[in-house]
């Protein structure tokens, strides 16, 4: 089994920052693709940003310049660093993996739980 578990969220002032963090455990073989989504209340699930297993980076416009995604790939952990928190960027944020498990073959897509980030007007 493989288990992703965020920390980090929570209530923040508009301008502000925050910084989460997501380790992946369990019978990993490989990590791939490590990234953060998010989903507003009555919206769709969206991409926040992407980093591959050699860090190469994906972000979405919308945060672009203030937010970070990086990884420390020895401890299986992605972080995301979000500076100039604005309201619209409140939703729950999901962490990504895909994993290769130990005997198996190919990669396979992993969530957290999510974790809460508000951001006050």
């Known amino acids: 089994q493989v288990q992703l578990v965020e920390s980090g969220g929570g209530l923040v002032q508009a301008g502000g920052s925050l910084r989460l963090s997501c380790a992946a455990s369990g019978s990993i073989f490989s990590i791939n693709t490590m990234g953060w989504y998010r989903q507003a209340p009555g919206k769709q699930r969206e991409l926040v940003a992407t980093?591959?297993?050699?860090?190469?980076?994906n972000a979405a416009d919308s945060v672009k310049g203030r937010f970070t995604i990086s990884r420390d790939n020895a401890k299986n952990t992605v972080y995301l660093q979000m500076n100039s928190l604005k309201p619209e960027d409140t939703a729950v944020y999901y962490c990504?993996?895909?994993?290769?498990?130990?005997?198996?073959?190919?990669?396979?897509?992993?969530w957290g739980q999510g974790t809460q980030v508000t951001v006050s007007s």
């Open positions: 990504n993996a895909d994993v290769r498990r130990y005997a198996v073959t190919g990669y396979l897509a992993y």
């Open positions: 980093i591959t297993s050699g860090g190469s980076t």
